[in-house]
């Protein structure tokens, strides 16, 4: 009746559009107009896939419309038996998909590289409880990235920094040595620091430093007065002077200092 249809006309009516359709397109009957060079090897699709995958690639046809090829370099090559970018492609034309683990971390790589932080932590959630010295480098090299820092809570890192300082007795010295130098010097320069001793804190840095002198202001975070005569002796004959910064420095008088006092108890 005429009531009703008033009623019906004055109300809002919540909408969006259902884009769970975008499946059902056939994107390989569309132009080929948009290159991907992973690891050199190129993959044609068409811009609009290009633009759902990556937002940088959308902003790049904000700005110039002729952009047509985007290059990523990956930490693993392409196996020659399974295309892994070929099937990332076919992602989205695919309702949903069982991974195996290094599917889930080789995707999540590549949505990374793409600047889609949100569908990377929907494939590599970070997870800050139930932390072990067995998984926390890897859980801070999945967020050392600087794109990906930006979307986490600093306390979370927080966190992950802390705990890897009070374990870090624990952590295989071959691991630390992938983290980021902001990472380790974050996590070496924490009160709450565990070491096995000083010894094994040198020799870790010496490694560093051996591979990027630019680490070598890790040394202020080393306690002289605690090393073996064989690790002084190893500092001075791998250490070039022209590295030394006024913490090192420091540490190295303090040690010094020690030293002079013990003599004088004795």
Same mark, same amino acid.
């Given at each position: ?116 932080? #949100?569908?990377?932590?929907? /494939?590599?959630?970070?997870? &800050?409880?139930? @932390?072990?010295?067995?998984? $926390?480098? *890897?859980?801070? +090299? ?23 300082? #009070?374990?870090?007795?624990? /952590?295989?010295?071959?691991? &630390?040595?992938? @983290?980021?130098?902001?990472? $380790?010097? *974050?996590?070496? +320069? ?36 605690? @090393?073996?005569?064989?690790? $002084? ?34």
């Amino acid at each position: 009746n005429e009531h009703s249809t008033n009623l019906m006309t004055n109300q809002n009516f919540r909408f969006s559009f259902d884009i769970d359709n975008i499946k059902t397109i056939p994107f390989d009957k569309y132009e080929k107009n948009f290159t991907f060079i992973v690891n050199e090897k190129p993959y044609k699709t068409n811009r609009f896939v290009a633009d759902i995958y990556s937002p940088i690639i959308c902003k790049y046809h904000y700005n110039d419309e002729t952009t047509n090829e985007f290059t990523i370099h990956t930490t693993t090559t392409n196996d020659e038996t399974q295309d892994s970018f070929q099937d990332f492609l076919n992602l989205i034309s695919i309702k949903e998909i069982e991974l195996k683990e290094e599917q889930r971390l080789r995707y999540g790589e590549y949505f990374l590289h793409l600047g889609n932080i #949100e569908q990377y932590f929907r /494939l590599v959630p970070l997870n &800050v409880d139930n @932390l072990t010295p067995d998984d $926390i480098i *890897e859980r801070m +090299k999945s967020i050392q990235k600087i794109q990906i820092r930006e979307y986490i809570e600093q306390e979370n890192i927080e966190k992950m920094i802390k705990y890897a300082s #009070e374990h870090f007795s624990e /952590l295989p010295k071959e691991k &630390v040595q992938t @983290l980021d130098i902001e990472f $380790i010097t *974050e996590i070496l +320069k924490r009160e709450d620091l565990r070491i096995k001793s000083e010894d094994s804190l040198l020799e870790l840095i010496l490694e560093l430093y051996e591979k990027d002198h630019r680490s070598s202001y890790l040394f202020e975070y080393v306690n002289f007065s605690n @090393l073996s005569r064989s690790s $002084i002796s190893k500092f001075i004959d791998s250490f070039d002077i022209e590295y030394m910064n006024h913490g090192t420095f420091k540490k190295i008088c303090e040690s010094i200092n020690v030293t002079k006092e013990n003599d004088k108890t004795e």
